[in-house]
């Protein structure tokens, strides 16, 4: 872009320099003293139609970020992934990952609160604590975030098919802290369409389960202002062994099916849009990677602006959380784990990311010590402060490789949605078992490439060694299962048995007709009525959904 254009945008749209966190002046240089600028662009000769392309930062279609100066102003916030043992164990971690530097909190759950059973279900035995913390009422609650100011820390929550009983459980402990619903912020998963796809912990079946995201939009865009009410996520699909191509398509045609749920709901575009927000992935291909990331602000720009209507510009951005890739981590020689982890780290971030987990080196072997943790954290904050990262605005832009990959991303992703849509979108698409088909090819194909040594796995098969894996792993005690359940048995005994019965009911005659169900499970989360009861109450009328059932 001329360089007269330039000036003008940063003149428009930066306004005069300020501060970075009160850390440092305006000026940023490299070790040697060369004055780095917030934006580079091409030449004077084609930049004109590269710019009418990809777009300023923090302008249509985002390509290069959603902010005008990204990291210059903010760097992304950490927020480390972690949940362990019991909501004790997992408060005393949080505790110490703020104190490390952590800027936001990331809820893992294990399986029972996925799947809506309470910590002494008979289904629950030998998974209570194992891949996350257990939470079955508002007590465990009280625990998990005791100390924790909740107007001042963002919490992401992994939940999809239990989400909006624990966005109403987030919604009870913060009033009991004294703070409102207007002044929590935070996400909560709450993809279930990606749970039919390739991760499993549904309940349901997809209608009604479609209808609690749908509430959830709704309740959020009129409660709770800066929460965001859904996290579409390709970090699953990608796991389960898609490509970077289909964690593009099958998110946004999942996304697409969401978005229209809502506007058939009632709901307009612009009232719950702006606070969609999306989770991937960031694997080894460094390149491929980065050019995803800006592939995918330009296409939800155009699926909302064009498909979509929207007219809020906070509609069009496009902003997710990214998490490295847990399935690149080995046991064989974890040490390597760290190695991939910050090529993958320095991908999302180069990628505009707003968010990030780090894994840490021992998750291919069990939930991670306090020290692998610190160490992931560290990982983020290298990168923030020593590396040079945050100094420009989308640095690898105008990389004939990069902006090549980016277009040639984009357009494959397109073919893949435009498919889908011929399909009548993507629950008919579920329904056929076409993502799944999809994305199991891709993994087998991987698969073959790994045994023929086509693909190198370092320390798996190229570069082995005889060294035993770490022993100093994260374990779970049978005490800490048992307090969890005696806590547990305590709140039932305890509490208003009568009152908690007639919210199930009432949440029952909710979940029979058309009226918004957060409002009810609120009510029976107040009244200490357990996540498996209200989960037990929708089954009641939703029923349950088998694998290999039709949609």
């Not at 004077?44 to 710019?51: F, I």
């Not at 759950?109 to 209570?128: C, I, K, M, N, R």
């Not at 100093?472 to 048995?497: C, F, G, M, P, W």
Request: charge should be negative; glycine fraction near 8%; aromatic fraction near 8%.
């Amino acid at each position: 872009m001329p360089s007269e254009s330039k000036s003008q945008w940063e003149k428009e749209t930066l306004g005069p320099p300020k501060k970075r966190f009160g850390e440092r002046q305006e000026r940023f240089e490299t070790t040697s003293g060369i004055e780095i600028d917030t934006l580079y662009t091409l030449g004077d000769t084609d930049g004109a139609s590269y710019a009418e392309k990809v777009g300023y930062p923090g302008e249509y279609p985002y390509t290069r970020g959603v902010q005008p100066n990204m990291y210059r102003g903010k760097v992304w916030t950490m927020r480390q992934y972690a949940g362990l043992a019991s909501p004790e164990e997992s408060n005393r971690r949080y505790h110490y990952l703020l104190d490390s530097g952590q800027t936001g909190l990331s809820v893992a759950f294990d399986l029972p609160t996925q799947t809506g059973y309470d910590s002494d279900h008979p289904l629950a035995a030998g998974e209570v604590g194992r891949s996350g913390v257990p939470i079955s009422s508002l007590a465990d609650m009280e625990v998990l975030f005791d100390s924790i100011p909740l107007d001042k820390v963002s919490t992401s929550m992994t939940i999809n098919a239990t989400g909006s009983i624990l966005l109403a459980l987030y919604i009870a402990v913060a009033k009991k802290q004294g703070v409102g619903r207007d002044q929590i912020s935070g996400t909560i998963q709450n993809d279930i369409l990606k749970e039919y796809i390739a991760r499993g912990t549904y309940i349901y079946p997809p209608v009604p389960a479609m209808r609690l995201v749908t509430d959830s939009f709704q309740y959020c865009s009129e409660n709770v202002p800066k929460w965001n009410s859904i996290s579409i996520s390709g970090y699953h699909m990608r796991e389960a062994g898609a490509t970077a191509v289909q964690e593009l398509a099958f998110t946004f045609s999942n996304a697409i099916a969401y978005v229209q749920a809502a506007v058939d709901n009632g709901l307009k575009v612009d009232s719950f849009a702006p606070r969609l927000s999306f989770f991937f992935v960031s694997q080894n291909d460094l390149f491929e990677e980065v050019a995803k990331f800006r592939a995918a602000r330009r296409m939800w720009a155009h699926i909302m602006r064009e498909r979509f209507g929207a007219e809020n510009p906070k509609s069009w951005m496009l902003r997710f959380h990214t998490q490295t890739a847990g399935v690149t981590l080995t046991a064989q020689q974890p040490d390597n784990n760290v190695v991939r982890t910050t090529v993958q780290a320095l991908a999302a971030i180069l990628g505009g990311t707003q968010s990030l987990h780090v894994n840490s080196k021992d998750e291919a072997l069990a939930l991670p010590t306090e020290e692998s943790a610190q160490l992931a954290l560290r990982t983020q904050q290298i990168l923030a402060h020593e590396s040079g990262v945050t100094e420009t605005v989308d640095p690898l832009a105008g990389s004939y490789y990069i902006e090549s990959l980016t277009d040639q991303l984009e357009e494959k992703a397109w073919e893949y949605i435009e498919q889908i849509d011929g399909m009548g979108g993507a629950m008919q698409a579920l329904d056929a078992g076409f993502q799944m088909r999809e994305i199991h090819e891709s993994a087998y194909k991987l698969q073959q490439e790994i045994e023929r040594e086509d693909r190198i796995i370092v320390g798996v098969n190229k570069y082995i060694t005889d060294a035993p894996p770490i022993a100093d792993i994260q374990r779970i005690e049978a005490e800490q299962t048992r307090r969890q359940i005696e806590r547990l048995q305590k709140v039932r005994a305890e509490r208003d048995n009568t009152v908690v019965e007639a919210t199930l009911k009432r949440l029952e005659s909710v979940a029979r007709g058309t009226e918004n169900t957060v409002p009810a499970i609120l009510e029976c989360v107040t009244a200490y009525a357990t996540v498996g009861e209200i989960a037990d109450t929708f089954r009641s009328v939703f029923g349950e959904f088998e694998a290999g059932e039709a949609m």
